[in-house]
Nanobody, 129 residues
Framework: QVQLVEAGGGLVQAGGSLRLSCAAS????????MGWFRQAPGKEREGVIC????????YSGDSVDGRFTISNDNAESTVYLRIESLKPEDTGNYFC??????????????????????WGQGTPVTVSS
């Protein structure tokens, strides 16, 4: 069983930036694809961006723009999401998730939440205008 713990959310003014982190337990972090998802109040959860821990390739969802950057640190079993130029519509709960057995594969088009095996509890982000 893999445990994922997100951190870094909070209240931010519009135009600011945040870096969210997601620390994973277990020994096979480098074989996962890691995804970030978000759920705005009253809306369904949507995929934001993913990264393949084995080759570092990334893939972004259609609903996000270049303000979102994902990175990883395999040595620390941690994945990060940096969000620049925050907007009020970025408000929501941000979740990380792990998709196992992806060693040697990228994460192209893998930001559908039903694909993922493990989930964190989420970290809330509130952007004030």
């Amino acid at each position: 069983q893999v445990q994922l713990v997100e951190a870094g959310g909070g209240l931010v003014q519009a135009g600011g930036s945040l870096r969210l982190s997601c620390a994973a337990s277990g020994r096979t972090f480098s074989s996962y694809a890691m995804g970030w998802f978000r759920q705005a109040p009253g809306k369904e959860r949507e995929g934001v961006i993913c990264i393949s821990n084995s080759d570092g390739s990334t893939y972004s969802g259609d609903s996000v723009d270049g303000r979102f950057t994902i990175s990883n640190d395999n040595a620390e079993s941690t994945v990060y999401l940096r969000i620049e130029s925050l907007k009020p519509e970025d408000t929501g709960n941000y979740f990380c998730a792990a998709l196992k057995d992806r060693s040697g594969y990228g994460c192209y088009d893998l930001i559908t939440d039903s694909l993922y095996d493990y989930w964190g509890q989420g970290t809330p982000v509130t952007v004030s205008s």
